[in-house]
């Protein structure tokens, strides 16, 4: 007994110490996750050259941590102890100097190394992304089924009346009713006012319908000026969305990059070399002219330094566009909020060209204020709400369901429209 | 406690016939339907042509939906600068300067266009404070009658020609004619052009000047210069006509240390309170926040100077009237009683008269305590004799050229022909005017100066205190800066811009200094110095006997005056100003002879104590028209009666009737009274005795708001609104007030059982935020400041004169203004009123659509997108403060029926693409058939949760300050979340329960707005006088 008793005490602390080991890489990569996407993104992918180098192995690169440490809060300052590698990787990326970043810790760049560890190698594919993206597909096969259904239900039911009604015809002939003139059922009174109704019900609905869809308009992919693929930046390369649309923390607009932020990376990528790029109708774009194109607009001559003042700005084709009496914040939603980009543009970073994914509907504003849950506890703001604190810590608010924006008030008509 | 009478029009105060039968009507007029009994297929829309009409019009609304969506554009900066961010408002501080009128501001600029001006708090002078002048500057900016390049001639024209045409007719000299220049730099840059170009000089003009108080100080203390003032250390302040709340010198700074002395501290053991005596010739603001006045003709304050200044020496007061006399003995008493803090000003623009003023304020200890002669002032330095000197050399032929800037002496001097005459005779006429104004008209070479907002430069209005200027938007047009100009004249190569932060930099140690200035906005003196001068009494009694030597008049006079919104004629180009009712008259749009009861009488055969006649004057907006003339000149204007005017005295108002090249809005809006004024001693004279009035037997209808929006209850009706009481009763039972309402609640249980008790709904909860508002009556003394700032934060849109006759007019905020008392003198109330955002709020029951609602944050919330206009919200409103657009006043629908024949110029040009540039991008533009009211601001409420959110923090008061508040130069407006225990509106209402009301508390409405009430000091005089008529009646 007392055998197994130790070896239980020693497999829970071996347990014990893995488990907890185990949620404390996991946050530390969490928490290295937000870090890097703040700091590192806008220059450095994982498994890919940006503006900086590919970080997947960085640790084994440097041969002391505390260089590293130094090198990425005051890369300038170490740049001047002459470390023979930091200034090699200086040249190799011709003299771009990095950002400083004095307010990270060692513990943070910790944790933004434990994060680039945690990234699988380029190739491994994200799962959970194709689940969702199949759903909408049934669905569309199922009506198709339904309808089907309905219309043979509808075909037999009609048989079936018929033959109601030959049959009562003959008990009648047999009971000796006189037989009236038998009438066809296309000037049957019943018929016609069913189907009457019928085509009223549904013509209502679809009239109804088609007039809510009025001025909506999901699925818009207006061609743009240039064939911007966010597949290529945000996906393949992993460039932070904020990188380019700075104005999301921020405020109200997320705002689209000015030339000269394009220009950031592309004075030096002058040509795509990756997977083919393909419109949804097939045709290839020749992704190294679409660069020129950029050029063009920014007044670049290759192999010349470029003069930004001679850029043009690039006139987008606007998307999302929400009418004159809504009010839309970026900020509330991504900064105060949280709320991934994915969540109303979709899965923009598998899209070529956007397009729209939600109908921008009130509906589907409201939906999901009712479902989406504020950052009660992690955002100081929400501390006066001193009543709902207590609630939830006595259990008379569904701690799982939490304080959702509609609770706060998130779907008064003033919180958008004023 | 017996409470006053309060009433708004004669009718109400008759309770005449159509009063009674309009309180009821929500809308002023008739509604357009046409009862028509002869049958359903013969009515004039039968039911075929409806099916016919329904048909058509979902068809073509199907086909128009149908169409393809239009493509929008979504264009990105080029290079975007590093601390933009489009959608995120900057903030720069500038100053507003506008002639010698300086108030420093923030202004807040948002995608590169600045939409609002609020005050700078780091300001000691204004500390925050703006006039309705100010809060309408930045409309100004996209004035479509801005003028867009410089003209010769009338032609248009390159600066280089210009300069190059100019540059051979400046030898010998020329004259620089400016309005008083507060600026050092431009002080500066003007004294080298005098120096490069021998025999030129600078002479300063104001419209309105203030040479007899310069003169009388030069008389008195042998400096040419306007001391400050101090009403916030006086606890006695006599002002004789001096309109120091609306126009006098500097307003915004007044009102702000004017409040200071009027605010109660409920706390405080011995509560405290400033008396303000005032002697009015004709009804104006400061008159009407007077707690006690005195009516007199402006022939009259001469004597009553000489008087004051022997009673407070303890002599006779002789040479006045009986009424007068007895005001003269309460004046001098208080003011002894307050020796060292008491103060004595005067409007007169008579040398004579000041000086003997001087000497009063010597007596009682002014001198050196409320007077400071340590930091003098800057806002007026014109010598009228000066100008009158220029324009005889002028008509003589001795001026070779002369430039104009900021002054308008063919519009503003009362001889304006003779300018005309000399400026004909001048070879080379140059007007710097940024539109074609009047003198602009004259003048052959028109180089527009920059819009201040636009500039660069800086003020000094105070000596010491420095106020920056720095561009907000680049210019939009092809104009140049004065000094810039000037500079090029002077063969200084320098560009004005760069000549200010020369001028700086060095002053304030390098580019540093100057930068942190610059987002300051202002310089402030270490220590402020308060200093006396020594009194020169030998030119007292050369003054006295010269006042004295006036003749005192027994006919009816003349008094010109400004009004808060247009001044001396600069606001009239300005929509918002002119749709602004005038705090005193509530008339909009117009100027007119301000009457009194008594005179209508006489003059009108109108008495108002006779119901029917005081409705055939008020019912309807055509007033009588009168030829007043004086000196063989004339006026014709339709005339208006407003009680606490001197019953031989009429009034008119300056300003009006501009050249129609000034903007759309002076177009048939009032006439110039600029003529009828003179000059006396040297100095404009803006008084004339013996004028003589015909009634004409025309009319004109004048958009006269007094009488809009006034209702009726059945249980109770609207004296209830204002609560108001004498500073004696208060110390004597400082609870009154809170006694009555508890009396009223009785029955429901008190007031603390108010809410629960009185109502079969239920009460809910407001978990995180409500939102509440107080306003203290005491503080406001109804400028308008707060209605503009609305104006333009809300989008709210001007809807042009003839529908403000219909009584259409949109503001969101009115300041009601309520008399009590005698007729001819009565006690003035003002009291802001929006939307009290009711807990219980009655519009929102009766809303078949459910477009009013309430938030759980205690906001009354209106969605326009919801909103199918039935008006029923604002039929049940009690406060009335619901607009509906009656017509597409912002050019929002697609269809342009909607304002044609409906809207006038005015209205059409604010929907030019220029004029919407001041549009606030965060508030929606109303369209046709909704209803619209007072939001508190809740753009700005939301931008302030967001801003704690973003920063994971409780909100705090810093974050919120509505567009009434911060525009309210005697804070007379608090707001902000009432849950929160230690925000201001909590502490207000803690602070103060004693005088705290809510308006028409017994509808049980709840409102969120707490107003705190009226205390005035009134004289025990007048008191006892009272007690003793009611003892008599009993």
Redesign the interface.
């Known amino acids: 007994m007392t055998i197994l008793r130790s070896l239980a005490k020693i497999v829970s602390i071996f347990l014990f110490i893995t488990l907890s080991s185990s949620i404390g890489n996991q946050l530390n990569a969490q928490d290295g996750k937000s870090l890097f996407s703040q700091n590192c993104a806008s220059c450095h992918a994982v498994n890919k050259k940006l503006t900086g180098p590919a970080l997947a192995g960085v640790e084994d690169r440097w041969p002391d941590k505390k260089n590293l440490y130094a090198w990425i809060k005051n890369n300038q300052a170490f740049l001047k102890t002459g470390d023979a590698y930091a200034n090699k990787l200086y040249n190799e990326y011709n003299k771009t100097a990095m950002n400083l970043f004095p307010t990270l810790s060692d513990k943070d760049i910790d944790a933004i190394l434990a994060y680039i560890k945690s990234v699988p190698a380029a190739g491994a594919a994200p799962a959970g992304g194709t689940a969702t993206a199949a759903a909408p597909a049934e669905e569309s096969d199922s009506t198709l089924v339904f309808g089907l259904l309905t219309l043979i239900l509808a075909v037999v039911a009609l048989i079936l009346l018929q033959v109601n009604s030959n049959l009562k015809k003959l008990s009648d002939d047999k009971s000796g009713i006189p037989a009236t003139e038998p009438v066809p059922f296309y000037r049957n009174k019943a018929y016609i006012a069913f189907i009457a109704i019928i085509l009223f019900i549904a013509g209502g609905y679809m009239t109804t319908v088609g007039a809510m869809n009025l001025g909506r308009s999901k699925d818009y992919q207006p061609e743009q000026p240039i064939y911007y693929s966010h597949k290529v930046h945000a996906g393949v390369n992993q460039i932070n969305c904020q990188y380019c649309h700075t104005g999301t923390y921020q405020g109200k607009q997320a705002t689209l990059p000015s030339v000269n932020v394009c220009m950031n990376c592309h004075a030096a990528i002058n040509e795509y070399k990756g997977e083919a790029l393909k419109r949804e109708n097939g045709d290839v774009v020749d992704g190294t002219a679409e660069i020129k194109k950029l050029y063009k607009y920014a007044g670049f001559t290759e192999g010349q330094p470029w003069d930004a003042s001679k850029a043009k700005p690039i006139e987008w084709v606007r998307i999302h566009n929400l009418p004159d009496h809504v009010y839309f914040n970026h900020a509330q939603h991504v900064n105060a909020g949280q709320v991934a980009c994915q969540q109303c543009h979709g899965e923009i970073q598998k899209m070529g060209e956007v397009k729209q994914f939600a109908d921008l509907s009130m509906g589907w504003c409201v939906n999901c204020h009712r479902q989406t849950k504020v950052q009660f506890k992690d955002n100081g703001f929400y501390s006066i709400y001193e009543k709902f604190h207590e609630d939830l810590k006595s259990g008379k608010i569904d701690s799982t369901k939490g304080i959702t924006v509609e609770k706060i008030g998130g779907t008064e008509c003033q919180k958008c429209h004023y | 406690m017996e409470q006053n009478k309060n009433w708004q029009s004669f009718g109400e105060l008759n309770k005449s016939e159509a009063y009674n039968k309009e309180v009821n009507n929500e809308f002023n007029e008739e509604l357009p339907m046409v009862e028509d009994h002869s049958g359903f297929l013969q009515a004039k829309a039968p039911r075929r042509d409806f099916l016919k009409y329904l048909g058509f019009s979902t068809a073509a609304a199907a086909a128009a939906?149908?169409c393809e969506?239009p493509?929008?554009?979504?264009?990105?900066?080029?290079?975007?600068p590093e601390d933009i961010?489009?959608?995120?408002a900057d903030y720069y501080a500038t100053t507003y300067v506008q002639d010698g009128d300086v108030v420093s501001v923030i202004a807040k600029v948002r995608d590169g266009r600045p939409i609002k001006l609020e005050g700078n708090t780091l300001s000691p002078i204004t500390a925050g404070g703006t006039s309705a002048r100010v809060q309408a500057a930045v409309l100004d900016l996209y004035d479509t009658a801005r003028l867009r390049f410089p003209t010769i001639a009338g032609k248009e024209a390159t600066f280089e020609a210009v300069d190059k045409a100019i540059a051979a007719e400046l030898k010998g000299g020329a004259v620089i004619v400016t309005s008083s220049i507060t600026s050092p730099s431009t002080k500066a840059v003007i004294a080298q052009f005098l120096a490069k170009n021998p025999g030129s000089k600078h002479v300063t003009y104001d419209a309105v000047s203030f040479s007899g108080m310069l003169l009388a100080n030069e008389a008195s203390y042998g400096k040419k210069v306007i001391p400050s003032y101090h009403f916030e250390k006086a606890k006695a302040i006599v002002s004789l006509s001096a309109d120091f709340l609306g126009t006098w010198l500097s307003p915004v700074e007044f009102a702000k240390q004017y409040a200071t002395g009027k605010k109660i501290d409920e706390q405080a053991k011995v509560p405290a309170m400033s008396k303000h005596i005032h002697f009015e010739t004709v009804a104006s603001l400061t008159g009407s926040n007077a707690d006690e006045k005195y009516l007199c003709r402006p022939s009259e304050i001469g004597a009553i100077a000489v008087a004051l200044l022997s009673a407070v020496k303890g002599g006779e007061i002789a040479g006045v009237d009986a009424k007068l006399k007895a005001g003269i003995e309460v004046a001098a008493k208080a003011l002894t009683a307050n020796k060292g803090a008491a103060l004595v000003v005067a409007g007169s623009n008579d040398k004579d008269i000041q000086i003997v003023v001087n000497a009063i304020n010597d007596v009682i200890g002014a001198n050196g305590t409320t007077i400071n002669f340590g930091a003098t002032v800057n806002y007026r330095q014109g010598i009228d004799s000066e100008f009158a000197a220029l324009v005889d050399d002028m008509n003589a032929g001795k001026v070779n050229t002369i430039l104009f800037h900021g002054a308008n002496p063919v519009y503003t001097w009362p001889a304006a022909d003779k300018v005309k005459a000399g400026l004909a005779k001048v070879k080379t006429t140059i007007s710097f005017s940024g539109k074609l104004d009047e003198t602009a008209a004259v003048c052959k070479f028109v180089i527009p100066d920059h819009h201040f907002l636009e500039s660069w430069g800086d003020a000094e209005p105070v000596t010491g205190h420095i106020s920056f200027i720095q561009p907000t938007i680049a210019p939009l047009f092809k104009t140049r800066a004065f000094q810039d100009s000037l500079l090029k004249w002077s063969g200084d190569a320098t560009e004005y811009t760069s000549y200010v932060k020369n001028y700086w930099s060095a002053k304030l140690g390098g580019e540093n200094g100057w930068n942190k200035t610059l987002q300051d906005g202002v310089i402030n003196p270490a220590t402020p110095v308060v200093s006396g001068a020594t009194i020169n009494s030998s030119a007292v009694a050369s003054a006295l006997i010269a006042v004295n030597a006036a003749k005192a008049s027994s006919k009816i006079e003349l008094a010109l005056y400004q009004k808060v919104g247009i001044g001396a004629g600069q606001g009239a180009s300005n929509p918002w100003l002119q749709e602004l009712p005038d705090p005193v008259t509530r008339a909009t749009w117009d100027n007119y002879i301000i009457v009194s009861p008594a005179m209508a009488k006489t003059l009108l055969n109108i008495d108002l104590n006779n119901g029917g006649q005081a409705d055939a004057y008020e019912v309807q907006p055509p007033k009588k028209v009168v030829k007043l003339s004086v000196d063989g000149k004339s006026i014709e204007l339709p005339v208006l009666i407003i009680p606490g005017t001197h019953p031989q005295t009429v009034g008119i108002a300056i300003g009006y009737g501009r050249a129609e090249s000034v903007g759309k809005a002076v177009v048939g809006t009032g006439k110039n009274a600029y003529p009828l004024a003179c000059i006396k001693n040297g100095t404009v004279n803006f008084s004339c005795a013996d004028v003589k009035l015909e009634v004409t037997g025309a009319t004109y209808p004048v958009a006269l708001t007094q009488t809009h929006f006034r209702y009726d209850t059945t249980q109770g009706n609207r004296t209830e609104v204002m609560k108001e009481m004498t500073f004696a009763e208060y110390v004597k039972n400082p609870k009154e007030i809170l006694e009555d309402r508890e009396a009223e609640a009785k029955p429901f249980g008190g007031l603390a059982n108010y809410e629960k008790d009185a109502t079969i709904y239920p009460v809910y909860?407001r978990?995180?935020?409500k939102w509440g508002m107080s306003v203290d009556l005491n503080a406001c003394n109804g400028c308008g400041a707060c209605v503009v700032a609305c104006n333009a934060e809300n989008n709210v849109a001007i809807v042009g004169k003839p529908e403000v006759l219909r009584g259409h007019e949109m503001h969101w905020l009115r300041i009601d203004k309520y008399f009590s008392g005698d007729m001819e003198n009565p006690k003035v109330v003002f009291q802001p009123l929006m939307c009290q955002h009711c807990d219980n709020a009655p519009c929102e029951n009766v809303c078949p659509v459910a477009a009013t609602?309430h938030?759980?944050?205690g906001?009354n919330?209106?969605?326009?997108?919801?909103c199918i206009g039935t008006r029923y919200c604002a039929n049940n409103c009690p406060f009335k403060v619901r607009r509906f657009n009656w017509a597409d006043y912002t050019g929002a629908d697609s269809f342009p029926d909607n304002q044609e024949g409906e809207v006038n110029d005015v209205v059409l040009n604010m929907n030019d693409d220029l004029t919407r540039m001041v549009l606030n991008p965060?508030?929606?533009?109303r369209s046709r058939g909704v209803i619209e009211k007072c939001?508190f601001c809740?753009?700005r409420l939301?931008a302030a949760?967001?801003d704690?959110?973003?920063?994971?923090?409780?909100?705090a008061d810093s974050d919120i300050k509505v567009a009434c508040q911060q525009s309210c130069p005697t804070n007379a407006i608090t707001f902000g979340?009432a849950?929160?225990k230690h925000s201001a509106i909590t502490k207000v209402r803690v602070d103060n329960p004693n005088r705290s009301f809510y308006v028409l508390e017994q509808l049980h409405v709840l409102p969120n707005v707490t107003y705190l009430a009226k205390v005035r000091n009134a004289g025990e005089g007048e008191e006892h006088a009272e007690k003793a008529e009611a003892k008599k009646e009993a």
């Open positions: 939906a149908s969506m493509i929008k554009k979504a264009i990105p900066f080029a290079n975007k961010v489009p959608g995120i909860d978990p995180g935020i609602n938030s759980s944050e906001l919330q209106m969605t326009y997108n919801r965060d508030v929606t533009v939001s809740v753009q939301q949760k967001l704690a959110k973003k920063d994971s923090r409780p909100m979340n849950n929160d």
